[in-house]
């Protein structure tokens, strides 16, 4: 199994006073990709 490359833990993103992400937790190994989609794009 291939190490970590990019490790998170406890994101929070804010707009303005809404909370649209709370607590995302998720890694990131070597030669994998990776992406957060939303209804935007």
Avoid: C, T, W, Y
């Avoid at 199994?1 to 833990?9: D, I, T, Y």
């Avoid at 998720?26 to 994998?32: K, N, S």
């Amino acid at each position: 199994m291939s190490a970590e490359m990019l490790k998170v833990s406890g994101l929070q993103m804010r707009f303005g006073g809404l909370l649209a992400v709370d607590g995302i937790e998720f890694d990131v190994r070597r030669d994998e990709v990776f992406a957060i989609i939303g209804p935007n794009g």
